[in-house]
């Protein structure tokens, strides 16, 4: 088989964002787009000769070409073997376990998450390290800097090889596995919670209502809750993965997830609900007429982690990002464990949990995950839940309270304004910005803010730091603001606004959080003047 040597020349925007690299799926199709990004991660990583790298993604729109692509470059550049999930299918928390499972160089991750995937949806390619995370800043700007010197690519002229049936083929010199994509994920599952209380529980009646959003996550939910555990057949909806998830938005929050809310909150409603996202990394969870917020749910995690065997000797530290509401850090006060606050990205967490500082991360994001692999795992914080709710034998909604009485309850909310002008959102945050020495001790909409600055983040394993990771402002009354841009989005800007107040009243735990929040989002409107400046009177989507 010859090898071929390309010419190209840089293309610019290839620089990773929050996770890997998302654009347009016709960006990705342009010619050399995908090539040069790909020659760039093997530059970037120091080459892959001799290497051995794990290969799969959420099965979207382009990833089968995208696979047949990878592997002949990666042949051409004398990798030494690739475990490539069935049908290049791999969700992102099972190919972070393949990756340390095996011990290998990394592995390269086809998705762009919870967006919509299709010819004019979006598509993504991310790298994740040995430790089996995303790739940290150090490497994706190694990945960026030869992506705008890239003058050649390197790839193989072969037919495309079968990754539909499982087993070893061979390209060129490359070794090329094909592996069931669920098998080892589902074992590691199984090490980690009490199966047999979860079936037990499933056998008495507990009904339950798994909606996989036509994504990565169906035939594992399919394979775990039904199969291994005995939920009902018919629990997981939607679990055929498709590459344009049915033409859906494969975000798992009450938005876009309105058919498993609507479910939740209707007559006979299941006891419990739970949706995960493109890649299966992020989850939703929902009890009979009871939303939980992912703030929320990963201080009740934390706060339970011990009835899952995994976790029964406790914590070693739980981590959060920087607009994750602070829930958690209440937890980790009462449990004496260490609480670490992180910028946006998951990747940030990956050294706190390789030191053994962290056990348990989370983010407000739908993102939730421990030591076990090192991305956010969906479908093991949902086997979580039901691990908690086996041993409480209590409903979500009282579980919830009864958290709520204990720690307080840190009412929170994400207001998201998307599609906003680049130059307008730029321009927004940069005037906020200059404003911040000046905000202390103004009162703003009938609030006083009792100190605001830009969050960055010293890592306090390797020392790295990270600058202009958001916006922060707090108010006197216990309430909490936090502007930034997202990181995922592929056309113009997404503008977050993270809003939080605390309550300790146990006769006030029980609001409508928009309605508790009210006032702090008159406070971050009047202080950025985010409806004047962008025209927009309501945000996009609420979480
Ligand atoms: C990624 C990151 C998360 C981050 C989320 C949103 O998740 O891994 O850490 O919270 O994006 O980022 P942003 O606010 O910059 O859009 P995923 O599920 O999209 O891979």
Redesign the pocket.
Known sequence: MDIITVETQPIAGQKP???GLRKKTRTFMEPHFLENFVQSIWTGIGGVAGKTLVLGGDGRYFSDRAAQVILRMAAASGAARIIVGQNALLSTPAASHLIRKHGTDGGVILSA??NPGGPDGDFGVKFNTPNGG?AAENVTSKIHAASEKITTYRIMEAQDIDLATLGTKSLGRTEIEVVDPVADYAELMEEIFDFDAIAALFAGGFRMRFDAMHAVTGPYAHAILETRLGAAPGTVVNGTPSPDFGGGHPDPNPIWAKDLMDAMHGADAPDFGAAS?G?G??NMIVGRNCYVTPSDSVAVLAANATLAPRYAGGLKGVAR?MPTSRALDRVALRLECNAYETP???KFFGNLLDAGRATLCG?E?A?TGSDHVRE?DGLWAVLFWLNILAARKIPVAELLEDHWRTYGRNYYSRHDYEGVDAETAAALIDDLRARLPDLPGQTVAGQEIEWADEFAYDDPVDGSRAEQQGLRLATRPGGRIVF?L????TEGA?I?VYLETEETDPAKLDRDPQEALAGIVAVADAVSGLSERTGRTAPDVIT
């Open positions: 964002g929050t996770s998450s919870h995303p996202d890649d990394d992020r990002s946006t990205g998951w983010e994001s993102g956010k930034r997202s990181g995922t989005g997404t977050r």
